[in-house]
């Protein structure tokens, strides 16, 4: 390292892994005070914000993690570094509960109390809540999450958003949208979110799916609970793996160490609640709140995966063309002598609201395509009948719940599809049968229809599924009372239709073309 003052001094300036050791001094797990140096998660967040502040000179990052990865005390540091050291700054720090809030301040404050004077700036503490540097015009706010006037009015520069998944639900994502909004698009600003998962809804996940999309400005960080050297029991290696266990070291290549730790957690609590607070993966962390309809370990396999579109089609006068931007997202090929079957789930229409969505299934069960967009009901009946044409006249089933009605009777009747699913019922005045067009989801019937999907995915019947199907299926639970229903704050249009689909298969089959000298499997 160089002797010289001033190239020490700019380092600390530049360098925030050199300022760290050097500089910061943190409250480890155990013993005494002692100087902050990244650990290897707090290593490779440094590499990613190195990278993003080079390509685009700002940091917006979220960081899902496991438990006491010391994410906090990084991302605490790093902004006090920030602040400490540059002009014009404004922080912020939004935590879920005041008593977090609290502990992340003192964080602060005890950072600065034992900052170096070479690189310690004047302080004022205005109040409880915020720490000022007054000769470089910087300062420091903390709040706690659920209030309504949180930055209302301010310029933020740096931003740490802690535990976002424990943010209150009705106010979580007008305040994270009004933060947004006062961090400029500028240079040297920053917003951290950072949280454990708590579940497959709310703003976290949000974020989370739009940060994997690419579709928030986000880039997603995750670290696994085996990054951490510390979750590791030695000393208790004499033992056989179980299938799992295999399956994890094949995975990730864990220790017996490791195992032993996860052995232990599992014991006290759960293999769910360890998922959630130790994931290996970010699909792990998501775990939903409820009991799983559907094997979670069987959709984290089969998200690995998923099924992408082939090419994209829209209804354009009344006929499906390819289409760059179209709703209905095709996986396979139409084939001519295919028998296809679709299911439809039907929404009121409003953006922002549920989705009205039409799965298609051909007779194996292989789900080739879907139709996914805010329609109006009388319109979706439009869509249906060209994408029942396009698929050879395809079996449409349409739950009649609701705005369903109208497009099952607009459909089945003012439409004349020539095949659309009818049930039977008994008439009450007359005796005689009467069919009532589209399909009724009740209490009787729903448990039946995802009764079944489920056999067929436990079975590995169906197939080619995308991603959104998949985490919708994923968040689909038996609550305490015993329905089965998404989780709050989760759409579950795409499994309703894959569901409706499925009833009205005639079964997956695989047919077998006979000739004189041998068996060919149809295509």
Known sequence: MSSDPKAIRQRLYDDFEFYAKHCVKIRPKVGPVAPFILNRPQQRLQRLIDEQMAVTGRVRIIILKARQQGFSTYVHAWQYWMLSQRPAKKGLVVAHVADSTRALFDMYKRTHSEMPEVV?????YSSRRELSFPTLDTSLMVATAGGDNIARGETITNCHLSEVAFWPNATAKDNFNALLAAVPDAPDTSVFVESTANGMSGLLYELWLGALDGTNGFT??????????????????DFELTLEEEDLV??????????????????????????????????EAFIASGRPVFNPDQLHGMLKKASQPIERMALEEDVLRVHPRGELLVYRKRDPDQRYYIGADVAMGVKNGDYSVAQVLDRKKRRVAMWRGHIHPDRFADVLYAMGMYFNEARIVVENNNHGLYTAVRLGRDLAYPDTYTAVGEGQLNDQDSFIIGFNTNAKTKPLIID??????REDEVSHLDETTLREMLSFIVTESGKMKAEEGVHDDTVMALALANH????AFEPIIVTDEYYVEAL
């Open 220 to 237: 997603p960080f995750f670290s696994p609970w085996f990054d951490s050297p510390e979750y590791t029991v030695e000393g208790h290696e």
């Open 120 to 124: 310690k700036p004047k302080d004022k």
């Open 504 to 507: 009205i298969h005639d079964g």
């Open 250 to 283: 094949e995975a990730y290549g864990l220790t017996k160490g490791q195992l032993t730790f996860r052995r232990q957690r599992i014991a006290s609590t759960s293999t769910e609640q360890f998922k959630q607070e130790y994931p290996s993966n970010a699909d």
């Open 452 to 457: 079944r999907l489920r056999a067929a995915m």
